[in-house]
């Protein structure tokens, strides 16, 4: 057998040499074909993470309608139909085209680089799940343009959205525009749970994880037992529209209370889909400038699996007022009220953290305290709306409107603006202005409590959700004005981030690798990091890397330099098992991404799609999947 | 600062308000099941607010405490560790312990809210989009009738109503009386409440039910039982017969013009299923469902041109000269 010429390895390389022969082999290919094919985790990433922010803008745009409607009474700048069809555009973009994918989006960035590898698990599937998220995402904000938006609210009750009541498009391109998203953030859970299980660092183990990554760990599980819950919802529903299927139909055997359990299955665990990022993101800034670890690691690690299970085990207290059996309903009052406790675990190491740390200042810190300040009242507020006597009073009403954005935006949004100011010199190079960044935080923070906080008050004197407008004589128009003033200050806040954000991409300061001083591994490599991440593989011997060993981190070395090569570790300990080969660019994931995107919309208009359609996607995939005869994976 | 002021305002605000609410309010309760809510309600925000306040301070100490710079972020005192990782477990047990106390008072809440009593007057409620079917149901069927968008019940009895829907979910909602209880498709949901105090509490549908919900009102008026009694048997006869030839001439407009089709005024020969009965239409105090006082000129501009005012509603505008809608008026505004 004739010898094959011998592999490089990256032990036979050094320094510049090193960086240039793996950057050749790692980088995205140039042009725009070659932007298409990338299956870089840091390019998608940032798409992924730039997308969502538009939908951010755009559902903040349908916020200030909203409240530009609601300033006083009997006005007249939106019709009842416009304000139907922005309310459900309002809560579907945030839910299901910021929230979640923007948490994932985040993690797709970070995870590998935090946990020290080249590239995320599935690579391919990741371009894939962004082009789902782009696709479906485009669909729906297309279908609003041309008035096809749905406008049966994010939570789309049936009857109301069966084609008895719903007879247009409408509710079908809410339904399918589900599937999009869910089918993009199953991919990406998938990813970033074989990314921490299998391509850690070596010396990692399951006790020197990264927070962040122990979060979004939690996250990924979150996302595969409840996400497909809503797949089934939304998929009955659309055959209830397409095929007269009856899951839906009291008169058939069917039950509308379906809907809401399995829609609500999916949709309480979705709150801490959103929320548990928040809080793997307050650690890790926390960590960084409080100067010191976040006290009780393991605490922190158990509260957010208690969380986790805890979280599938209270979607009836959105249901308290369809005519539950009391005892049940009661149990699940204190059910809901339970997870007030690991919460609450994690807030108090977070505030002994705070207690004992030597703060400094800057503004993820600011982003963090407000956090605190908000996420506690909104968390307070839920342990009232889980009880049931009070539920029946406050249950939609604008009280519980306010109680879920103090919960979402302050438990979410504030960590994630934090996030930005934090991982921006990391992704971008350069670091945020500090002076706008003040400013950012500080109309954020009163902006937010004057729109939100007079809504409590509003639901308890009796102004329900979901109207789009209201009567002189009800005594909510001055809280109404108070609070559409206050969105607007938020709104500006958000502004200055998007000025702050475009200035300092130019004229920002230069970040350096680890403008912070933080421990973890993301911040061993430039700014931003070339596309194999790392040059050599680092070695993880303590929980803080990069305080415990300075600027020289002990590394790994033997991976090719010839091809794409990561390096799989063991589950619970990190000891290295297999170099195993990374995929290449491919322009499949997109060609997939768009057979699947014609099968979807094109079985809104006709049944017969699910036939025509299927063969562009088989193709597809064929052309994603077909051998290449890669080198075997080496011990 | 600014946290303290928030603070204070939180409690300021909320109690003066309980004090002048409106009509439809839950800080402002009339029955005996809002006043227990209402209580429930307090205890939760007694202690929340503590719970707040307690947070809030320790964050701020936390932030004032001077502590000595290092450069060793690693460089941990052992026993401090362990011993905020001692109090961070007793604040977690302290937690169960109080959400497990707030769980054992809201269920007394509960059992006391949605106790049953013997009833002694049960109504029918069937929720339509967007207006309020209200049956009074009794043993001997002459004397059930039917109206819509307006409950009278006795204070001081105890009322069920049974709930059910026509269409698509609605949610039967009069917050100075009790908590809210959807109508749901297919089911039969059911709540009591008793009033303490005669007056007119408004209520609203609140759950989502299409394009406008938001026009989906009702009153519960609550009278002395005697004088409920003499409502009720009022309410249980036929519609007076028009006293007047434009009266008569209102009344075959009435069936001529397609009106009967939907309404029903009995003791007439209209007798239509899909919109409100309009039996006693003159006596009510609202008209399309809460959205507007029931006086001649808003009822005129209503027949005139019902999708002006409720768009989408199921009421067709129909073509009428000027006399003809002064004559159907005229015929409606009889039926005291």
């Known amino acids: 057998m004739a010898a094959e010429p011998k592999e490089l390895r990256d032990d036979a390389l050094n320094g510049l040499r090193l960086s240039t022969q793996l950057e050749r082999v ?22 992924y993470i730039v997308t969502a922010f538009a939908f951010l803008g755009l559902g903040g745009l349908l916020a200030v309608l909203m409240r530009i409607q609601l300033a006083g009474p009997e006005k007249t700048f939106l019709s009842a139909d416009k304000y139907n069809q922005i309310f459900t555009m309002h809560g579907s973009t945030m839910m299901f085209l910021f929230a979640v994918p923007v948490m994932e989006a ?12 080249r590239n995320i698990a599935f690579p391919r599937l990741n371009a894939f799940s962004y082009w789902m998220f782009l696709f479906g ?3 729906l904000w297309i279908s609003f343009l041309f008035n096809v938006g749905p406008d049966v609210g994010w939570f789309s009750y049936v009857p109301l959205s069966n084609l008895q009541f719903t007879p247009s498009k409408r509710a079908d391109v809410w339904a399918q525009m589900i599937t999009f998203t869910e089918v993009a953030a199953l991919a990406v859970a998938v990813e970033i749970i074989v990314t921490v299980f299998k391509l850690r660092a070596p010396g990692m183990t399951l006790d020197r994880i990264p927070l962040f990554v122990w979060a979004m760990l939690v996250t990924a599980f979150l996302v595969m037992f409840a996400m497909p819950s809503v797949m089934v919802a939304s998929t009955s529903l659309i055959l209830d529209r397409l095929v007269n299927t009856r899951f839906y139909d009291s008169s058939s055997g069917g039950h509308p209370l379906l809907w809401q359990h399995l829609f609500w299955f999916f949709g309480h665990p979705e709150v801490y889909i959103i929320f548990i990022p928040g809080t793997g993101m307050v650690s890790a800034i926390l960590a960084t400038f409080a100067r010191r670890p976040v006290i009780g690691y393991p605490i922190v690690i158990l509260s957010l699996i208690a969380t986790g299970l805890l979280s599938f085990g209270l979607w009836v207290h959105h249901m308290f007022v369809t005519g539950l059996p009391q005892l049940g309903a009661g149990l699940f009052t204190a059910s809901s009220m339970l997870i007030a406790v690991p919460s609450g675990l994690q807030i108090f190491c ?46 939609d009403t604008y009280f519980v409107v306010a109680h879920f954005h103090y919960v979402l935006i302050g438990g979410a949004v504030f960590p994630l603006i934090g996030a930005v100011y934090y991982w921006f010199p990391k992704i971008a190079g350069r670091v945020l202005s500090e002076r706008v960044g003040r400013w950012n935080f500080w109309l954020a923070f009163i902006g937010f409590n004057i729109a939100f906080f007079p809504m409590h008050i509003l639901g308890l004197i009796g102004m329900p959700r979901r109207v789009y407008t209201y009567t002189a004589d009800m005594d909510w128009a001055h809280l109404n004005l108070v609070s559409s003033a206050g969105a607007l200050v938020f709104a500006v806040s958000f502004a200055l981030l998007l000025v702050n954000v475009i200035y300092s991409l130019r004229k920002g300061e230069l970040a350096g690798d680890n403008p912070w001083g933080a421990s973890t591994l993301e911040w061993a490599t430039s700014s931003p990091p070339p596309p194999q991440n790392f040059d050599r593989i680092p070695v993880v011997k303590h929980r803080d890397p990069l305080w415990a060993d300075g600027e020289s981190l002990p590394v790994v070395a033997g991976l090719s330099t010839d091809r794409r090569e990561v390096l799989l570790t063991s589950l619970a300990e990190a000891e290295p098992q297999v170099r195993e080969a990374s995929p290449e660019p491919s322009i499949w994931p997109l060609l997939t991404a768009i057979a699947t995107t014609i099968f979807f919309i094109g079985s809104i208009f006709t049944p017969w799609a699910v036939l025509w359609g299927t063969p562009p996607m088989a193709i597809a995939l064929i052309g994603w999947f077909w051998p290449k005869g890669s080198k075997e994976d080496e011990a | 600062m600014s ?6 305002l939180v409690l300021c605000t909320i109690w003066p308000l309980a004090a002048c609410a409106g009509q439809q309010s839950a800080l402002d309760p009339q029955g005996l099941q809002s006043e227990q809510i209402q209580h429930t309600l307090f205890i939760f925000l007694v202690i929340a607010a503590i719970v707040w306040i307690a947070v809030v301070i320790v964050l701020g100490v936390g932030m004032l405490r001077r502590k000595p710079l290092t450069d060793q972020p690693l460089d941990l005192d052992q026993a401090f560790e362990e011993r905020s990782g001692r109090v961070v477990l007793a604040l977690g047990i302290a937690t169960t312990a109080i959400v497990l106390g707030l769980s054992f008072v809201s269920y007394a809440g509960q059992r006391t809210v949605f106790a049953k009593d013997e009833h002694v007057l049960t109504i029918k409620i069937i929720g339509h989009q967007w207006w309020w079917e209200v049956r009074y149901e009794a043993d001997r069927p002459h004397q059930s009738f039917v109206t819509a968008n307006e409950i009278r ?22 917050p100075s009386l009790t908590g809210k209880m959807d109508l749901i498709t297919g089911q039969k949901n059911e709540l009591q409440f008793t009033a303490r105090n005669a007056g007119v509490y408004r209520g609203q549908c609140a759950e989502f039910c299409g394009l406008q919900h938001a026009h989906m009102a009702f009153a519960v008026i609550a009278l002395p039982p005697d004088e409920f009694g003499r409502w009720r048997d009022h309410e249980n006869q036929s519609a007076a ?9 209102g009344e075959a407009l009435f069936r001529g013009r397609g009106c009967a089709l939907c309404h029903n005024i009995s003791g007439t020969m209209a007798g239509g299923q899909l919109g409100p009965d309009l039996t006693h239409l003159a006596s009510r105090t609202t008209i399309a469902a809460g959205t507007l006082p029931n006086t001649p000129a808003t009822l005129a501009g209503w027949i ?3 999708q002006h005012i409720k768009p989408g509603n199921l009421m067709p505008k129909m073509p009428l000269q000027s006399d003809e809608l002064i004559a159907i008026l005229h015929y409606l505004e009889q039926l005291k």
């Open chain 2, 153 to 174: 019940i006795p204070t001081g009895q105890p009322v069920k109503v049974e709930l059910e829907s026509a269409d698509v979910i609605h949610s039967f909602w009069v």
């Open chain 1, 106 to 117: 985040f993690a797709v960035y970070l995870v590998p680089l935090m946990v020290g590898t």
């Open chain 2, 304 to 306: 005139a041109d019902p």
């Open chain 1, 26 to 47: 790692w980088r995205t290919p140039p042009g725009l074909l070659g932007a298409l094919m990338s299956v870089d985790h840091k390019v998608v990433g940032r798409r």
């Open chain 1, 350 to 395: 977070w505030l002994a953290t705070l207690w004992d740390g030597r703060l400094v200042y800057r503004t993820p810190l600011l982003f963090v305290i407000g956090f605190i300040l908000i996420f506690v009242l909104g968390g307070l507020s839920g342990v009232m709306v889980a009880s049931v006597p009070i539920d029946t009073q406050v249950h």
């Open chain 2, 3 to 8: 946290v303290w002021v928030r603070g204070v």
């Open chain 1, 137 to 139: 995402g485009g669909f």
């Open chain 2, 241 to 249: 017969s028009p006293s007047d030839q434009l009266g008569m001439q």
